[in-house]
């Protein structure tokens, strides 16, 4: 009597291998749905972006929350760089891990196991790391922390004060509330005040770029203020950080920022997109796509196989970049229905390739375990390198 067959096993390391070997080949060989990397317009819009701060005299500090990837951050510094940012601990020590050697937590921490997890890597790490606050608490919890892990002068850690531009999120609500803070950092040998923190979240997606300038011309007053009254207490600000894809020109015109901290331009997702365009700014592509294929049809419509645990809703459904003349619908977890724009025209034929554009980038990346990247163009290109995503899931 035969044995049973062993179990077939199709876990991440089966997927992995199985990317890996599309290596060298077309794009068509990528199965579906898949997380695309057009290299050559993600190239572009790095150098365009670069070549901005450059220009405007500014520092570089990509939000590394878009992608996830320690490749991609190390890129982004070869390209002049000074590090990137992140907005969880478990993400500056995946991307630390991966050789990533500057790195910003532009959040707040208060869970002393996260901070023990940070302190640890800050006292025998080879990164160098920031951390923004907007509490007594966050600064005494970061300090005893440091102090458990036995950090000293030599391993302390960057500190910047985050103040509430304008978004209603973190951060000190009023501008003179800096100061105490500032002053209760400098009680810490292991504390390093860096400067503030300035970044207007919402501003970053209002659609007319009037609106975009009411909104930073908000947070430039409050910036000011938070200064004057630093400077007041003979406390020198060494730098103002922030500024996002959808707002980093007006930061650079202020100047005030010092350092921006653009995350999306490297993509450039469909809701980016839909913003009116600033001709002070550099042209970014669409360069993240997911791949998919039609797998159903009707005479009205056709149905693909990339739902939404491929990718993120949260800013409005994917665009169809390829084939034109199609509106992606919501189908589920696992599917899209696409709809022709022309009334009488037929749906595409089952086994068609459609290019999705995410709506956000950020979520839609922590979907997936890599990327595939591709040379070449979409359709007639060829896969050429397998990209980790080594933050996925790093949550916490």
């Not at 062993?6 to 390391?13: I, T």
């Not at 023990?116 to 005893?144: C, H, K, M, N, Y």
């Not at 993240?288 to 039609?294: A, I, P």
């Not at 939404?308 to 084939?323: E, F, N």
Request: proline residues 5%; negative net charge.
């Amino acid at each position: 009597m035969n044995p049973p067959p062993e179990p077939v096993s199709f876990g991440a390391s089966q997927r992995l291998a199985l990317a890996n070997s599309w290596v060298g080949q077309s794009v068509a060989c990528i199965d579906t749905p898949a997380l695309v990397i057009d290299l050559e317009a993600m190239e572009r819009n790095l150098a365009r972006m670069a070549v901005f701060a450059l220009t405007h005299g500014l520092k570089l500090r990509p939000h590394a929350k878009t992608h996830k990837s320690a490749e991609l951050a190390l890129l982004q510094m070869a390209q002049g760089a000074v590090g990137v940012c992140v907005q969880k601990v478990d993400e500056a020590l995946a991307l630390a891990q991966g050789g990533v050697s500057n790195i910003y937590i532009t959040n707040e921490v208060l869970a002393t196991v996260k901070l023990a997890r940070l302190a640890t890597a800050v006292q025998t790490a080879t990164a160098r790391f920031a951390i923004a606050v907007d509490s007594a608490l966050g600064i005494e919890r970061l300090a005893q922390a440091l102090q458990q892990a036995q950090a000293d002068r030599l391993n302390a850690i960057d500190v910047f004060v985050e103040l509430d531009v304008g978004q209603g999120r973190c951060g000190v609500t009023t501008p003179s509330a800096v100061v105490p803070l500032v002053q209760q950092i400098g009680q810490h040998p292991a504390l390093r005040f860096a400067g503030l923190q300035a970044y207007h979240g919402a501003a970053q997606h209002l659609r007319s770029a009037t609106e975009r300038d009411a909104a930073l011309a908000t947070a430039t007053a409050r910036v000011r203020e938070a200064v004057s009254h630093l400077q007041s207490a003979h406390i020198e600000t060494p730098l103002i950080t922030g500024a996002g894809t959808g707002s980093f020109v007006r930061e650079a015109g202020s100047r005030l920022w010092g350092e921006l901290q653009v995350g999306s331009y490297l993509f450039m997702d469909a809701d980016y997109a839909a913003n009116q365009t600033d001709p002070n700014a550099p042209t970014f592509e669409h360069a993240l796509f997911v791949k998919s294929q039609v797998m159903s049809r009707s005479s009205s419509h056709a149905v693909c196989d990339a739902g939404h645990k491929s990718h993120a809703i949260d800013s409005g459904l994917p665009q169809v970049a390829h084939p034109p003349g199609l509106r992606y619908a919501n189908g589920g977890d696992e599917h899209g229905v696409l709809h022709p724009d022309t009334s009488g025209e037929l749906p595409p034929e089952l086994g068609t390739t459609v290019w999705l554009i995410p709506g956000h980038c950020d979520p839609t990346v922590n979907l997936h375990d890599f990327y595939i990247g591709v040379r070449g163009g979409l359709r007639r290109g060829h896969v050429e390198r397998i990209i980790a995503i080594d933050a996925r899931g790093a949550l916490a």
